[in-house]
T-cell receptor, first 114, second 114 residues
Framework: KAGVTQTPRYLIKTRGQQVTLSCSPI?????VSWYQQTPGQGLQFLFE???????NKGNFPGRFSGRQFSNSRSEMNVSTLELGDSALYLC?????????????FGPGTRLTVL | GNSVTQMEGPVTLSEEAFLTINCTYT??????LFWYVQYPGEGLQLLLK?????DKGSNKGFEATYRKETTSFHLEKGSVQVSDSAVYFC?????????????FGKGTKLSVIP
């Protein structure tokens, strides 16, 4: 079974631009979560989608948004990019929603904001 | 809120040495606990998990036991190899109703030298 895939793997943008990242979950997985990883803040939860609905959101500004499609694929969007948005963005999928479900991570998208 | 504290790195060991990485947590309810590993330039891989008190997770020679009385989930391996060099993250799943995002520790970088 193919793992979680994320595209693109690397992105370079300039301040003020917007960016869209894509995530394809493992086949059959219905929940998709997004995390931001930076050297200073570590791994922080952005949001979770299940059945095309955002179920949970972390403490990030409204410039960060996302959506999920009927095939469970997900995108996240960051508008008006800031230098501090430079990070590794990780997508994770799990079969369902629940405290014992394991989240499987993709390789990440490395975003650099200049 | 939920939090995870793990020992600061970096940790440098000689091949075949014994490894312990300490992890303690604060959470309401009964979270599931995870160890993930991240190799350079890659996403997170699940190493092991435990979903209830006294459960022992194990994989590839690594072990961790869910200790509710000490709120701990320490990672151990009896004999490390050079290939174990990576960053290790302890995490818990949200145990509040409807809240299943992962909360991570800051990571421990392990270097194993021949």
């Amino acid at each position: 079974k193919a793992g979680v895939t994320q595209t693109p793997r690397y992105l370079i943008k300039t301040r003020g631009q917007q960016v869209t990242l894509s995530c394809s979950p493992i086949s059959g997985h219905r929940s998709v979560s997004w995390y931001q990883q930076t050297p200073g803040q570590g791994l922080q939860f952005l949001f979770e989608y299940f059945s095309e609905t955002q179920r949970n959101k972390g403490n990030f500004p409204g410039r960060f948004s996302g959506r999920q499609f009927s095939n469970s694929r997900s995108e996240m969007n960051v508008s008006t990019l800031e230098l501090g948005d430079s990070a590794l963005y990780l997508c994770a999928s799990s079969p369902n929603r629940g405290p014992t479900d394991t989240q499987y991570f993709g390789p990440g998208t490395r975003l650099t904001v200049l | 809120g939920n939090s995870v504290t793990q020992m600061e790195g970096p940790v440098t060991l000689s091949e075949e040495a014994f490894l312990t990485i300490n992890c303690t947590y604060t959470a309401t309810g009964y979270p599931s606990l995870f160890w993930y590993v991240q190799y350079p330039g890659e996403g997170l891989q699940l190493l092991l998990k435990a979903t209830k008190a006294d459960d022992k997770g194990s994989n590839k020679g690594f072990e961790a036991t869910y200790r509710k009385e000490t709120t701990s989930f320490h990672l151990e391996k009896g004999s490390v190899q050079v290939s174990d060099s990576a960053v290790y993250f302890c995490a818990l799943s949200g145990s509040g109703a409807g809240s299943y995002q992962l909360t991570f520790g800051k990571g421990t970088k392990l270097s194993v030298i021949p």
